[in-house]
């Protein structure tokens, strides 16, 4: 029962509005009054918005929980209209229908591996007729170190929730931070800052004869104009900046005023890069070059990425004097294909590679070679089924291609069926065409899951980056090489789950400490991660301090893989936008794998 239509309360919720509007009305940060949140909707809320405005005549108050049967509050007791959690499909149809202002007090959820769809959010908003602004529930991962672990000096690294305590609780839900609960910025904050950034920037014309951009700049500050920040543009061949080139000319741009600059980009040469197949991106970043109270000189105010060129398909195979002709050998039901540089081998019932060696090394840990996977756990979506629909039995053909062998698996399923070609070539090299039929529009991944050996253990790759990111959060993350080790790629949620992956992958050479090292290019869209755990392993542990390494890498190689959306709060509305789930069509893509040595 509602305290409050309770009379008797009235005074005890007159003093808390009282000492906040007397504590912060000269604050000019305070934009508008909250009545509070989630508490009712009865009548000691009217005095409390009397109280409010007899207080400050200035400001408007807020209040959502006057919904009266709507799916919307601030009906009663608020100047401005208020909703919670609407999906996207909402905002499109009552976004700007309203007859006050519609302030989105609770946009987006952001527990776990969360945050997603953050644009479509904004940019809704910035053109909206009625929705002034949105929040995310909350700023920080809210957790604390046990008590007896702090005394005992055992507590680093091992923070709890109320999973780990007896009750009442709600788990973790409290731990729904941008940033964890050390105040450390992760993925999620980079993809907001991006997101809410106050400069934005888009390419508006290309002269690729004359290796120009014209880029357009809008300021979306209401006060000041951009002097003090500088637009930097870096040209990107195949991953590596090869120019840089930065101006001050944004700085005349006034407040909620736009501008064009145009620039000649060093060593950019887009006719060439165009017909040597090269990928050529421009990465224009807006600089601020005067220190404030929250950043010193050179902060990122906002990073954008566009294509110049694309990149090109995958080359021809340089045949190679002197290469050993390939062999097939059968036995313990092992298809091998193969000579002194390369083999491969498939299980003849199911077709699976179960083993890859490149000059005599196995790559391939406990017959794991690449197989359809469909599961991962995040909290936004507690998917719990990790089948992966499989038949038991698939279909192999050996082919004949030149000089090289051809390999060609099927293998249906409930879920996904799958075409693998491979095409081992004598020089050492194997491509892997790989073709996903996906069988239900609700799919988690359309890809290939691959056991490594562990040795592997530091990855240099070419892709979004540098932290992790995926379909519907990769704002803030641009194309380039990064390194990092496999443990590195873990993003510590408080609650393990689905994590370290990245989009756009272009190349990946996972390298030992002996100098081994394995490569894999790829040709169409392909998102990665590399990990010592199975989404098994990080569904089920309370903890990451509770997780265990395993003896290989699991790598997932995706065709597509679904977006991490905002559904732990606000349900199925809240989810990953349909462009960023995994559709139900034929999905393609081509991987090169070979070894490389020091």
């Known amino acids: 029962q509602s305290i409050s239509d309770r009379p008797s309360w009235i005074p005890a919720f007159e003093d808390r509005i009282d000492r906040m509007v007397r504590r912060d009305r000269n604050h000019p940060s305070v934009i508008f009054w909250s009545l509070g949140n989630e508490a009712g909707g009865g009548s000691n809320f009217q005095n409390c918005y009397d109280l409010a405005h007899r207080l400050d005549a200035t400001r408007p ?34 976004g700007n229908t309203f007859d006050r202002p519609m302030f989105v007090c609770e946009m987006a959820h952001s527990m776990g591996n969360s945050t997603g769809n ?12 009625s929705v002034v602004g949105l929040c995310i529930w909350d700023w920080v991962d809210q957790a604390i170190y046990e008590p007896a672990e ?3 000096g055992t507590y680093r690294g091992r ?10 609780h709600q788990g973790n839900f409290c731990s729904n931070g941008v940033v964890n609960a050390l105040r450390h910025p992760g993925a999620k904050w980079v993809a907001v800052k991006q997101a809410y950034t106050p400069v934005r920037t888009t390419l508006k014309s290309v002269d690729a004869a004359r290796n120009r951009v014209t880029i357009g700049v809008r300021n979306d500050f209401a006060f000041r104009s951009l002097e003090g920040y500088r637009l930097s543009v870096e040209t990107v061949r195949n991953g590596d900046v090869v ?29 060439k890069a165009c017909a040597n197949g090269d990928e050529l991106l421009l990465t224009v970043r807006i600089i601020d070059t005067e220190a404030t109270p929250y950043a010193e000189a050179g902060w990122e105010v906002s990073v954008e990425q566009f294509e110049l060129t694309p990149r090109g398909a995958l080359p021809p195979v340089e045949a190679k004097k002197g290469a050993q002709p390939l062999a097939q050998t059968d036995g313990a039901g092992i298809l091998t294909i193969g000579n002194d540089r390369v083999q491969a081998g ?38 719990g089924n990790t089948a992966n629909g499989l038949n038991e039995s698939g279909t192999i053909n050996v082919q004949p291609d030149g000089r090289a062998v051809r390999v060609v698996t099927t293998r249906d399923g409930s879920l996904c069926a799958t075409r693998l070609v491979y095409t081992i070539h004598p020089e050492g090299l194997v491509d892997v065409d790989a ?19 562990s040795a592997l253990s530091t990855a240099d790759y070419y892709a979004y980056g540098p932290l992790e990111n995926y379909a519907d959060r990769r704002d803030g993350s641009v194309v380039g090489r990064y390194t990092g080790t496999i443990a590195d790629f873990v993003e510590p949620n408080l609650k393990p789950q689905m994590t370290g992956g990245r989009e756009g992958l272009r190349e990946l050479t996972l390298r030992a400490a002996d100098g081994f090292a394995l490569n894999i290019r790829t040709e169409g869209q392909v998102a990665f991660s590399a990990l010592p ?21 699991v790598l997932h190689l995706d065709a597509r893989t679904r977006g991490v959306g905002n559904a732990s709060c606000g349900g199925a509305d809240c989810d990953a936008l349909p462009p960023y789930r995994v559709p139900k069509e034929t999905l393609h893509y081509r991987l090169r794998l070979s070894a490389q040595t020091r």
């Open 61 to 94: 108050v807020h209040y959502e929980g006057t919904r009266d049967g709507k799916s919307y509050g601030g009906n009663r007791f608020s100047d401005v209209y208020s909703k919670m959690y609407p999906g996207m499909n909402w905002m499109y149809r009552y």
């Open 346 to 383: 498939f299980d003849e019932t199911t077709g699976r590679l179960v083993t890859l060696s490149f000059d005599g090394r196995n790559v391939i840990a406990d017959n794991g070679g690449f197989q359809y996977d469909n599961h991962r756990w995040i909290e936004n979506d507690r998917f």
């Open 118 to 129: 953050m644009r479509e959010y904004v940019d809704f908003s910035m053109n909206s007729t």
């Open 243 to 271: 120019g840089r080139r930065t101006t001050d000319a944004i700085r005349t741009c006034a407040a909620g005023d736009s501008m064009e600059v145009t620039l000649a980009l060093p060593k950019a040469k887009m006719a």
């Open 533 to 553: 755990y199975t989404d098994a392993d990080l569904m089920n542990a309370p903890h990451y301090y509770d997780l265990r390494p395993r003896p290989y890498t």
């Open 150 to 152: 702090i005394k005992a």
């Open 159 to 168: 923070l709890r929730t109320g999973y780990d305590f007896p009750g009442p």
């Open 435 to 453: 073709t996903f039929e996906p069988k239900t529009d609700n799919l988690r991944r359309a890809g290939l899951v691959c056991l490594l050996d």
